[in-house]
């Protein structure tokens, strides 16, 4: 099958490895090409229209790739994949695919992380964000504990900046750099990928009642090797082959 191209020109090298392995979270700012943008915010629009009354256990924000074939034709983009392995190695497995629309007045999300393999480093678990229109800080942004990660906790919670910085990140610094754990806000231009560990901490700020809709999807890969728990696919999506690339869809 022939790939039109996602991504624009970037550099993921050591430096940009350290940075992330640093911070838990990396920061591609207007990768998306155009194409891939104007096509995203269909398919995005696409899925959100199709959300009301629909079937529970089987939304299509959870399962955005089995509604639609375009972000179901990224799950095995090589250029997704390149990227992907740059930041697990060689051997990846494909976990889900969400849409995270959020409409005018949309409350953004409190302070958590996410799981996988907390017992052993070696084996990693990226989320690989779309803002396909960008955000502002105050507007559906996402924020982040740069070190965060590194404490490899599953059960971060906190409803706000506050919550976090009295509870869990009361004493705690970055083992490597010895600083404080701060909280991070960022602001990204329109096609900003965003590359992060599982075990971050994040938040996203709500979005204003006069936005508009800020588009976004989100594809997670993992290096195998552990129990992933539960992925978001149904059993008939699971059996999908996608050509070279037979492995991706097993769970280990
Ligand atoms: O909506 C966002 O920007 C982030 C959502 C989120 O926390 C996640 O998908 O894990
Ligand atoms: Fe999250």
Redesign the pocket.
Known sequence: MQHVPIFNDYIFGDREREKMEQDGHFVLPELLTDDARVRLTKSLSYIESIIPGCKEGYEPNRFAAEYDSYLESLIPHPQMLRLARQVLGEEIRYDHC?S?N?PGGNGG?HW?S?GYSEDDPRYGYI?I?F?VNGFEADD?G?KAVPGSHLYRDPKIHAATDEALREGWLSGKNHPETGEPLEIQTLSVPEGTVVLMWTHAA???TPRKQDSDTRW?V?YGYYKPGKDPGERWITPEFLKKTFKGEEDLMSSY
């Open positions: 969400v995270l959020r999300i958590h996410h989320r964000f803002y559906g996402l994040h938040a996203v976004t989100v």
